[in-house]
């Protein structure tokens, strides 16, 4: 019920800002309004408009006399010109203050809307809201039918122009946030699925000579503790970080790598703990470091054996402690991290030459896992092979791997693989590159050849699908080949590729089988170079 009595403009401002900024939901603020402003005017209806732009939707909040039914509407301008041009010339103008009608019909925009909301006849006040240059919509009030307002009313309501303007743009902030949070989650919450499915898988060998190593992941995977992978470099410790990772409680955590030898010493501080606006040239902007990254999850210290002396020290008091302190910063950050360091040194004698801190290493060393070279677990290879052709072929388009020919399972067996599974793979990778967009059989295995070579072999080699696995070993292999190749021209070398082909062939150039097709060369490019060669073939080879 209105009232005549006097009002304390500045008690009013108080009371309805209060009220106006009361909740970041347009509903709850507008009914809380709504019977605090029907106290002082003849207020039947309280319309929130908001302006979506040019072109855009209005969406319009109504709050009437009946307390907690609020409706909200949607229109949309470029269905109607009448309330298109109305907001472009509202926007344009930037309006400011209070305009009152005697009835709906007389104002722009109320003339178009009004019979949509039900409230035309009737007496109206709008005030539109801007904050800086940007419009945001109006507030329109509705008298009750019958009553009119004065201009001490619009007064009343200017009044509250700056309230309704914060809350208005506080709100649209609030829900756009919430919107992009939403997306933000549902991405992560996708991005996670798609990184578990392609990391937690099973590890190839862990029935063959990984058994061990993984029957160690099980005993520690389920535990917070401390984990050092230890081994050359390619074995694959980064994949065994994975799967203890994603079968740990923290699998839902992030899991963040880092390679230790691969920062530079006056940046790896920033890198591992982060730093502060300001604490050095060039730090503009506050940064988060890989251990807080980590919270929550995993953090894979890879090459932790090329750490500087100064960062093993912080590097101790993290494990000891889990705190970090930022470059710049003066408090403690806690963290809730999982440790895994990484090496292919030799951790225990780099600590007696004083490399390495004895006290980290104590603290690194809790749970030692080291995983064996692949020239130890020879029953894997094969195995390997398989995986990376089926991998690569498919990141490289092909509808089916090429198959491996049988004679080249013991060559692959047999080489002792230096670079050990990585080494394997850049291999497999080659292979696939050279028989790409073919439909032979994968055949270049058998006439690899392994031994040390000289730079003319590598050179003569260089078409074969495993350069690496040059030549079998000197002795037997050579011997068969047809003697030492090692003091031989590079056209020399190649015209004895050649014959050894032709002889496997029964010289045979075309066609399947033939020495065309087992050297990936044209026929007619074959029988140009034989010629250059003066290597015999066809019928006058026959006849020899």
């Known amino acids: 019920m209105k009232t005549d009595r006097k009002i304390d403009k500045n008690e009013f401002f108080r009371d309805a800002s209060l009220l106006i900024c009361s909740s970041l939901d347009f509903c709850q603020a507008l009914e809380k309004s709504h019977e605090y402003l029907a106290t002082i005017m003849p207020l039947d209806h309280l319309h929130l408009n908001l302006y979506q732009d040019k072109n855009k939707e209005v969406w319009t909040y109504t709050q009437g006399t009946e307390k907690g039914i609020c ?34 019909e007389e104002s722009p925009l109320g003339s178009v809307v009004a019979p949509f909301l039900g409230y035309q006849g009737r007496s109206i006040m709008v005030m539109h809201l801007n904050i800086g ?49 939403e997306r933000l989650v549902d991405d992560n919450r996708f991005l996670s699925n798609e990184l578990r499915r392609t990391t937690d898988i099973s590890v190839v060998g862990a029935d063959g000579g990984l058994k061990h190593v993984m029957e160690l992941v099980d005993q520690i995977a389920p535990l917070n503790n401390t984990v050092l992978l230890l081994g050359e470099t390619g074995v694959g410790k980064e994949v065994i970080a994975n799967a203890i990772h994603y079968s740990s409680p923290r699998r839902n955590g992030p899991l963040i790598k880092i390679n230790c030898g691969a920062i530079p010493e006056n940046l790896i501080d920033s890198e591992l703990f982060g730093h502060e606006k300001g604490a050095f040239t060039g730090a503009a902007t506050r940064k988060l470091g890989r251990f807080e990254r980590a919270h929550g999850g995993t953090i894979l210290l890879d090459e932790s054996g090329e750490l500087p002396a100064a960062v093993q ?45 004895q006290d980290l290493w104590f603290r690194l060393n809790i749970f030692p896992v080291e995983i064996p070279p692949l020239r130890h677990r020879r029953e894997d290879i094969m195995t390997l092979v398989h995986h990376f052709m089926t991998c690569k072929a498919r990141e490289m388009g ?40 073919r439909t032979l059989p994968l055949d270049p295995f058998s006439s690899s050849r392994l031994t040390s070579r000289s730079p003319e072999q590598i050179k ?46 029964q010289g045979k150039v075309n066609g399947a089988g033939g020495a065309a097709e087992i050297l990936r060369i044209h026929p007619s490019t074959l029988r140009h170079k034989m010629e250059k060669l003066g290597i015999v073939y066809g019928r006058e080879r026959g006849n020899q």
Request: contains cysteine; glycine residues 8%.
């Open 313 to 357: 020290v912080r590097l101790l008091r993290v494990l000891q402690t889990k705190e970090i302190e930022r470059v710049g910063g003066t408090g403690s950050i806690p963290v809730d991290i999982r440790v895994i360091a990484a090496t292919h040194r030799n951790l225990e004698k780099m600590v007696l030459e004083n490399k390495f801190r």
């Open 133 to 181: 240059e940007k419009y945001l919509g109006s507030v329109v009030v509705v008298a009750e039918e019958g009553c009119i307002f004065t201009e001490e009313h619009a007064d009343l309501l200017e009044r509250l122009n700056a309230p309704f303007g914060i809350a208005v743009s506080n709100a649209l902030t609030y829900n756009q946030l919430s919107r992009i949070k």
């Open 71 to 104: 409706q909200k509407n949607v229109f949309t301008p470029s269905s109607n010109p009448g309330v298109q041009e109305c907001l472009e010339r509202y926007a344009s103008l930037n309006r400011k203050g209070v305009l009152l009608y005697l009835t709906a």
């Open 460 to 505: 003569g080699d260089a078409a074969c699908a495993f350069p690496c696995l040059a030549a079998l070993d000197s002795g037997e292999g050579e011997q068969k080949a047809g003697g030492d190749d090692s003091s031989l021209s590079l056209d020399e070398v190649v015209a004895r590729q050649i014959e050894r082909v032709l002889e496997s062939t």
């Open 398 to 437: 092909m509808r089916t791997p090429p198959p491996v020919a049988e004679s080249a399972y013991e060559p692959l067996t047999n080489y002792d693989w230096p670079g050990n599974v990585r080494e394997l793979e850049n291999v497999v990778e080659r292979a696939l590159i050279q028989n790409r967009g």
